[in-house]
């Protein structure tokens, strides 16, 4: 099962970005596979990508949740997923956001398109969108700060 490490650092306090990127329904402004996701409530998301040409619809659970520090998850159902994204205070300016996925490539394609590199590619094209999206804003789109263990 491949598993992805993508990094990038963004120029804004870690408790900006790290609430930025909790506001999971805003998460397809900025990742370009993804067409929607819908919290369905503190724990539970539901996901809608389009890859390849192929549409894939799926619930994740979050599985731990620490704000300012951590998000991981884990698909409940369809296409297998698993990740964690850690948040990491460079300094009271600069945050560090490091993503670990592990998936199932569902097909022929998504399989081929793994082997060369387009998964690897599209997230860390993800992650400079997200870079760019929460720079430019200044400040996150909302915000919650529940936690899950």
């Known amino acids: 099962m491949p598993t992805l490490d993508k990094s990038i650092e963004v120029e804004l306090p870690v408790h900006d970005v790290y609430n930025q990127w909790k506001q999971f329904e805003e998460l397809p402004r900025f990742m370009e596979h993804v067409e929607e996701v819908r919290q369905l409530d503190d724990m539970a998301l539901h ?4 890859i390849g040409g192929q549409r894939r619809e799926w619930d994740a659970e979050i599985s731990e949740q620490k704000p300012d520090d951590r998000i991981a998850w884990t698909s409940r159902d369809g296409v297998y997923n698993a990740g964690v994204v850690t948040f990491h205070r460079l300094d009271d300016k600069h945050t560090k ?5 592990a998936f199932e490539p569902s097909g022929f394609v998504e399989s081929v398109g793994d082997k060369l590199g387009f998964v690897s590619r599209s997230v860390g094209a993800d992650l400079e969108r997200f870079k760019e999206f929460i720079e430019f804003r200044g400040a996150p789109t909302g915000a919650w700060r529940g936690q899950i263990r």
Do not use: A, N, S, Y
């Not at 996901?47 to 389009?50: A, F, L, R, V, Y």
């Not at 956001?97 to 996925?101: E, G, K, S, T, Y």
């Open 97 to 101: 956001v490091m993503l670990r996925l």
């Open 47 to 50: 996901w809608i990508t389009t």
